[in-house]
């Protein structure tokens, strides 16, 4: 198989103006597109799962919706029914297409999906060149929220494509990759005396709404685990009968395993020669020093259980974060698929926190004290998901480098499982 390049999906160069930034995010999606064949681009296989044509054209959308329409008076939409299409959940900005239904949409084509996203762009440089780094313009706040949700959905670009793919049966590739030849760093813990500390968003730079306002919360003292749970470690739990013992179980998550039928993490599969996994590679031997990825949150709870631990509160998980640098494996890499935790890199004595999966905590997503939505259809973007989600925190090996902090709150259902999601201990001293 001849290997495509994905091109320049690197972040921004640092001190990058606002105009160098937005056409830096904007190839970078286009470039992971790169692989795909236009029939690759059209395919939805469950409801969590957008075609990529969507996502092109979606976060198009959000530029043209947020930004021009109300700052660009000679602005026009190439097909103002564009707006239904491609709209998502902004019940404030207008009816919307069922999302399950996105797959079904044949029309506009790929070729008049990147021709939006062009006359797009073609206006966003014209008042990019207006705006300039002019951070009081009252339009700067609402790009540089749009740059973020396109990297947000960079992200859903590649973990979408990794389900269509494992869907069809011939399970091809999106990019072979070499695979890494390396052990599992030895379980390590990081113990953290109790404090009261700060968490939240408190500093220049951006922000998502839902990482503020910054507060005081006391943690108890607490040991986290060195690195994130591996696949040899979670199939211990496997052969252990862990999908088969309910005592393991939160109620919801035991009858969500019985009815559909889970064994195992998403993208594995028994054969007679042992487990494989699917990766965006293709289907490979199960590696079992790469973390374990594709479980939900009834699944880490579980392991926890039968581990004899627990999951962190995102509290616990950013306070050990606070000293050690965003780093880590992200989609800036191209590897796809997370790797061997390194030999623990810092003082604090942590690896993984950054990069290769987002790691579920036990905190449920809720608002911090004083949070207040932004007015408008904006406010809709996180402050009314804020029930029946839990938070993970890090990022994983399809984050863009550049989107990665401490504070982000990431957040899913219970039983979502096709993110790179992953596990991280923590116990008590």
């Not at 795909?36 to 092109?56: A, F, G, I, N, R």
């Not at 938070?391 to 863009?400: E, H, N």
């Not at 219970?414 to 008590?428: I, M, N």
Request: aromatic share 14%.
């Amino acid at each position: 198989m001849t290997v495509v390049d994905v091109g320049p999906v690197a972040a921004p160069p640092a001190g990058a103006t606002l105009a160098e930034r937005y056409a830096a995010v904007r190839a970078q999606t286009e470039a992971l597109c790169a692989p795909l064949e236009t029939e690759d681009y059209v395919v939805s296989t469950m409801t969590d799962v957008s075609p990529t044509k969507w996502h092109l054209a979606h976060t198009s959308w959000f530029f043209e919706t947020f930004v021009l329409a109300p700052n660009d008076d000679a602005y026009v939409s190439p097909n103002p029914r564009y707006a239904f299409l491609f709209n998502s959940y902004y019940v404030q900005a207008g009816e919307r297409h069922c999302r399950a239904k996105r797959g079904i949409v044949t029309r506009p084509t790929v070729a008049e999906v990147f021709a939006y996203r062009a006359h797009v762009d073609a206006a966003m440089h014209r008042l990019l060149a207006e705006v300039g780094d002019d951070a009081s313009h009252p339009a700067y706040g609402v790009i540089e929220l749009g740059l973020h949700h396109e990297q947000q959905h960079q992200e859903l670009l590649v973990t979408d494509i990794k389900h269509v793919f494992w869907m069809n049966p011939l399970r091809p590739a999106y990019l072979p990759r070499v695979p890494e030849r390396a052990a599992a760093a030895p379980l390590r813990w990081a113990s953290f005396d109790e404090g009261v500390h700060h968490v939240g968003f408190a500093g220049p730079g951006f922000s998502f709404d839902n990482e503020t306002p910054a507060h005081r919360v006391l943690v108890g003292a607490f040991r986290l685990a060195s690195r994130c749970v591996t696949n040899g470690e979670w199939l211990a739990f496997v052969d252990d009968g862990g999908y088969r013992k309910p005592e393991l179980w939160l109620s919801n998550g035991w009858a969500t395993v019985q009815e559909r039928r889970w064994e195992a993490p998403l993208y594995w599969e028994r054969t007679p020669d042992g487990w494989t996994e699917f990766t965006l590679a293709g289907t490979a031997p199960l590696a079992l020093a790469e973390p374990a990825c594709h479980v939900s949150y009834y699944e880490a709870d579980a392991f926890a259980r039968w581990a004899g631990h627990r999951l962190p509160t995102e509290a616990e998980w950013e306070v050990a974060a606070e000293r050690v640098p965003v780093d880590g494996r992200f989609v800036d890499a191209r590897r796809f698929h997370p790797g061997p935790a390194p030999s623990v890199p810092n003082d604090v004595g942590l690896a993984q926190l950054y990069g290769d999966v987002w790691q579920w905590t036990g905190s449920a997503y809720v608002a911090y004290p004083g949070f207040r939505p932004s007015p408008g259809a904006i406010g809709e973007y996180n402050g009314k998901f804020m029930c029946d989600q839990w938070v993970l925190r890090g990022a994983s090996c399809a984050t863009p480098r550049s989107h990665a902090r401490r504070t982000y709150r990431n957040f899913f259902p219970s039983d979502a499982r096709w993110q790179f999601t992953g596990v991280r201990l923590a116990g008590e001293p």
